[in-house]
């Protein structure tokens, strides 16, 4: 079963790019409502999809570095990673379909 875990600057190369699994990396900062709504959503997707897909959360005011190297200018920012790479992204809290779908481009 899965769940959602935190990544930071430190250990988003090995967590995230050098992965096997995809991985849905969720920008989110803690003054940030729609994140909370979809922090929500994406621990009922994590239960989900189980080893199909890591599901991550980067804090952007406690990491600005990797939040800045993918160009973060808006919280939440959801990028879906496969083999290191950003395969697509979406800014704003979207409905769990959405992020569904974003997760399949992947997949």
Request: charged letters at 25%.
């Amino acid at each position: 079963m899965g769940a959602t875990s935190a990544v930071t600057d430190a250990n988003f190369a090995s967590d995230v790019l050098q992965s096997e699994t995809p991985v849905l990396v969720d920008f989110w900062a803690e003054w940030c409502g729609p994140c909370r709504k979809v922090d929500m959503m994406l621990e009922e997707i994590a239960s989900e999809l189980g080893d199909k897909v890591r599901i991550v959360k980067l804090n952007i005011d406690e990491n600005p570095e990797t939040a800045r190297a993918y160009r973060v200018l808006s919280v939440p920012t959801l990028t879906m990673f496969k083999g290191g790479e950003p395969v697509q992204s979406v800014a704003g809290a979207r409905p769990k379909g959405d992020l569904i779908k974003l997760i399949e481009t992947a997949m």
